[in-house]
């Protein structure tokens, strides 16, 4: 019997720097974010196999007051060598900064509580991340949004890909929900 080897390859668009990525990052921003026009939001780096950006707030600035707080979106540098499609890139940073919009909302100690039980609860994860993904499409960024999905998939084992799928919404949810 044959069997095929069905996992895609990872497709590749042209290197981007970190600056560039920062570029974007204050691009997208501007344009889909005024409510975070006074929000400081850098860009640091993290590594890890299965997972590519992430919104935090930054850990020192939680003792500060609410206006002096800071948040970074890390970037795994994996994605600014093998990056996705503008529109991908563009979508997944909206998701991002809705985060950012999250945390400006909410006090320290809210965050903190937030932060435990996203670790400790698969079904609290799911929710969240599945709600921020909507959020994400309420500003037509479907076809990004799909794109990014489709560039993440071929990076994952099947274990990583099930859980991804299940955690955020797929390519084919999104498409189906225009
Ligand atoms: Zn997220």
Redesign the pocket.
């Known amino acids: 019997m044959l069997s095929f080897n069905v996992q895609a390859e990872v497709i590749c668009y042209p290197p981007i720097t970190q600056d560039e990525l920062i570029g974007l990052m204050i691009n997208t921003k501007i344009r889909y974010f005024p409510e975070l026009d006074k929000e400081i939001v850098s860009v640091t780096n993290f590594k890890s196999k299965d997972s590519f950006l992430?919104?935090q707030p930054v850990i020192k600035s939680l003792l500060k007051r609410k206006e002096k707080r800071s948040y970074t979106v890390q970037v795994n540098p994996k994605l600014l060598a093998c990056p996705p499609s503008m529109e991908g890139l563009e979508a997944i940073l909206v998701?991002?900064l809705e985060?950012i919009v999250d945390y400006t909302k909410w006090s320290s100690a809210r965050i903190v509580k937030h932060g435990a039980k996203y670790l400790l609860s698969r079904k609290f994860q799911i929710k969240y991340?599945r709600e921020?993904d909507r959020k994400v499409l309420q500003k037509s960024l479907h076809e990004g949004l799909a794109q990014f999905r489709e560039w993440i998939y071929p990076w994952l084992n099947p274990k990583q890909l099930k859980k991804k799928r299940q955690t955020y919404l797929t390519p084919e949810e999104i498409r189906n929900s225009l």
Do not use: D, K, V
């Open positions: 992430q919104a998701h991002e985060h991340e921020t």
